[in-house]
């Protein structure tokens, strides 16, 4: 199999591979919402949604190992990538105008990616690490009524709430890029369609994140 | 006009190398970039110091010799055109003008705003080329039927000149806009399928060793290129790569 390790080692071949990671973690961020969103509709409709993610053993035992891996894949390979191009030019520009000729965001996908993984860390402080203590430690009996209560209480400290919104402001940043940017690495660019992968790409980079905004702002208003 | 110069010295590939400052006056708008600079090597040759070293060749905007990274960007401030067509009208009285070389590792610099884009012809050799018998029994090409969408698109990324500026704009220093523009030209040809497999992977086999950096997308070399390369190549060599990855049988 030195042909796979070779195709995955070349610049092209850690390219896709972090496009594929990216699109999987489009299709999580995707659902997550959904699931979130409707915590603002209905309590027992997101504690019924939150108790099935959270029990059945599929999303438990098999997409959440691949969740974990996209995740520490594509930080670890952006990290790689960010170090292997920087020194790939050795000697720096006296005078370099980066913004003449390409956005923002597509120049500082490594520093939104870094206030991502803090705010990662954050997330998984309030959320993941007490729910894995929760299941996998004490061994809990299964209250499907729980998760609701828990929501709600982390977005009562408005730093908290501050924060999450300082987040996904970087989220929507580094989506407006990411998104199009995908779809160019594993080649799904064609005139026919490409403009509307754009489009859809900047409103998805745009709603997915003021929408998750919106929740934390919701419940700390409502809470 | 009235000028000033900032320039990349360097005395040859191992030396440190500066900018230097430089007054120059009398620069007429008509001039193109390359004239300037030769008004300025005049100068310095006259009160016998070392004329700046640079590129240059056809001065048409067609060989793809000149270089230069002018006030941050590569070729300059204008759209689609190389340095040699870039004329000092786009500059005004009094400005301060960064004139630095194409930098990259995979282009080194052998001595001011000269450097060494050699690693490219490597590229070329590694497979940006179709195996043709030139035995005086070759096909005409006119008699192969080619669609036009593909014939326009091929000659479109042969228009690459292979000049270097797509790697001397990206962050990254990534030459994917030139080796894609070399994989498509032959790759949308009846001509060039023949050997399209072992073409693309050889050529970014060769890009890897290099050292050039990897595309993050962010289409910098598609503005800055004098020949309007699109980013459609980039995404159709990496279809070829990957197919060809996995479908090769080497």
């Known amino acids: ?71 520490v894949y594509h930080f670890v390979m952006g990290f790689v990538l960010e170090a292997k191009n920087n020194a790939a030019r050795n000697v720096k520009y006296a005078m370099y105008k980066g913004g003449a000729n390409a956005s923002w965001m597509s120049r500082n996908m490594i520093y939104s990616g870094l206030v991502i993984l803090g705010f990662l860390a954050l997330h998984f402080y309030d959320f993941w690490i007490p729910e894995i203590a929760h299941k996998y430690v004490r061994f809990e009996e299964p209250d499907a009524t729980r998760y609701y209560g828990e929501l709600v209480e982390k977005f009562e400290n408005p730093m908290r709430v501050a924060l999450y919104v300082l987040a996904f402001v970087f989220l929507a940043l580094h989506l407006t890029h990411g998104f199009q940017s995908a779809f160019q690495t594993i080649g799904a660019r064609s005139p026919k369609y490409f403009p509307f992968i754009q489009k859809f790409g900047k409103i998805f980079a745009i709603a997915i994140p003021a929408g998750f905004i919106f929740i934390a702002i919701f419940h700390h208003l409502t809470a | 006009m009235k000028l000033k110069l900032k320039i990349w010295r ?52 067609i060989c793809g010799t000149c270089s230069l990274f002018i006030n941050g ?96 704009t990206c962050k990254n ?25 072992q073409r693309v992977l050889n050529m970014v086999e060769q890009m ?27 995404a159709r060599m990496n279809r070829e790569y990957l197919a060809a990855s996995f479908t090769s049988n080497t």
């Open chain 1, 1 to 71: 199999m030195s042909w796979l390790k070779k195709t995955f080692s070349s610049s092209i071949g850690r390219k896709f591979s972090m496009a594929l990671s990216a699109l999987f973690l489009l299709l999580f961020l995707l659902q997550h919402f959904v699931i979130n969103f409707s915590s603002v509709i209905s309590a027992d409709a997101f504690n019924e949604l939150s108790h099935f993610m959270g029990t059945n053993p599929l999303i438990q035992f098999v997409m959440q190992p691949i969740l974990m891996f996209a995740v």
């Open chain 2, 10 to 61: 360097q005395k040859n590939a191992n030396d440190k190398g500066k900018l230097v400052d430089y007054d120059i006056d009398g620069v007429s708008g008509d001039m193109s970039f390359l004239e300037m600079l030769d008004v300025l090597n005049t100068q310095l040759i006259e009160k016998g110091e070392e004329p700046v070293a640079f590129d240059h060749d056809c001065r048409e905007g």
């Open chain 2, 73 to 168: 960007e590569a070729h300059g401030p204008d759209r689609l055109v190389t340095t040699c067509q870039l004329h000092m009208r786009k500059f005004n009285d009094g400005d301060t003008i960064y004139i630095e070389p194409f930098r990259a590792k995979a282009f080194p610099v052998v001595k001011d705003l000269v450097v060494d884009r050699s690693a490219f012809d490597r590229i070329q050799h590694a497979g940006g080329y179709i195996s043709v018998n030139t035995s005086g029994n070759t096909q005409d090409a006119n008699a192969i039927p080619i669609n036009k969408e593909h014939a326009d698109k091929a000659f479109d990324a042969a228009t690459c000149i292979g000049c270097g500026a797509c790697v001397a």
């Open chain 2, 173 to 197: 220093s990534s030459a994917m806009l030139f080796v894609s523009a070399k994989v498509s030209q032959f790759a949308l040809l009846p001509q060039g399928k023949v050997e399209a497999k």
């Open chain 2, 208 to 234: 890897d060793k290099e050292g050039f950096g990897n595309c993050t997308n962010t289409g910098a070399c598609e503005v800055e290129c004098p020949k309007g390369i699109s980013l459609e190549n980039i």
